[in-house]
């Protein structure tokens, strides 16, 4: 009877590692959509010279739909003035160079971070997982 009642105490606690690991699993096959998503949009902003109005919307819904959460959850921020690539580079500082350089930055809630949250006390809204992937690229527009 000892026996058994230690089992019944320790068998949830044993489950939520399994739980946790199969959590895991999702949420990395999550940031890898993510981080293809986001590849992707770079590319294309990579030649428009900008996050234009049309790219940032075309990634929100493509994430929102990949992850099954609302376009509005997924925060975008990210040059949009158009950058140019710069001819010859030779001589310029790092600050004459930032000028041909697109920054962005795009935070995504992912999905929840800890299984049994409730058995470790955590809230749900602190139980979040937000990705953030956050970086430049030079523009290859060509002034005209």
């Known amino acids: 009877m000892k026996q058994f009642l230690v089992l019944t105490a320790i068998l949830p606690l044993m489950l939520v590692f399994f739980l946790q690991f199969a959590m ?47 376009p509005s959850d997924v925060v975008i921020d990210a040059d949009s003035s158009v950058k140019y690539r710069l001819e010859d580079v030779s001589g310029l500082t790092d600050g004459q160079l930032e000028r ?36 430049r690229a030079a523009s290859e527009r060509l002034r005209r």
């Open 24 to 70: 895991d699993q999702q949420n990395s096959a999550r940031v890898q959509a993510v981080s293809d998503l986001v590849y992707a949009a770079k590319e294309e902003a990579r030649q428009e010279g900008c996050f234009n109005k049309e790219i940032k919307q075309r990634l929100a819904s493509s994430i929102a739909g990949r992850l099954g959460i609302s």
């Open 100 to 135: 041909g350089m697109i920054h962005y930055r795009v935070t995504v809630p992912v999905g929840r971070m800890m299984a049994g949250r409730s058995l470790f006390g955590l809230k749900e809204e602190g139980n979040i997982y937000r990705y953030t992937i956050e970086g």
